[in-house]
Nanobody, 124 residues
Framework: QVQLVESGGGLVQAGGSLRLSCAAS????????MGWFRQAPGKEREFVAA????????NYADCVKGRFTISRDNAKNTLYLQMNSLKPEDTAVYYC?????????????????WGQGTQVTVSS
């Protein structure tokens, strides 16, 4: 089992940048495929990005490709999401999640463990 705590959210102007972090408890962080999801008010939670155990393979939602970068530091048990060129439509609560099955899946149901979320607000 792994516990996840996100941080780094905040208010930023359009075109700005933020870096989210997700700290994981336990010594098995490297065994999990990790993902970021987001949920805007009144909308379903949607996939943003995922990264393989070692960090060598990534998957992104089309709407964030070229602007967001997912990475991980297994020595620090931490997942990151670097968000550049932010847009108002990126406003949402961002969640990190962990799965222990193969594949950089985009379905929420594949992920076993979730953080509590961190709010990102992008003003126009």
């Amino acid at each position: 089992q792994v516990q996840l705590v996100e941080s780094g959210g905040g208010l930023v102007q359009a075109g700005g940048s933020l870096r989210l972090s997700c700290a994981a408890s336990g010594r098995t962080f490297s065994r999990y495929i990790m993902g970021w999801f987001r949920q805007a008010p009144g909308k379903e939670r949607e996939f943003v990005a995922a990264i393989s155990w070692g960090g060598g393979t990534t998957n992104y939602a089309d709407c964030v490709k070229g602007r967001f970068t997912i990475s991980r530091d297994n020595a620090k048990n931490t997942l990151y999401l670097q968000m550049n060129s932010l847009k108002p439509e990126d406003t949402a609560v961002y969640y990190c999640a962990a799965k222990n099955a193969y594949g950089l899946g985009e379905a929420r149901s594949e992920y076993l463990y979730w953080g509590q979320g961190t709010q990102v607000t992008v003003s126009s």
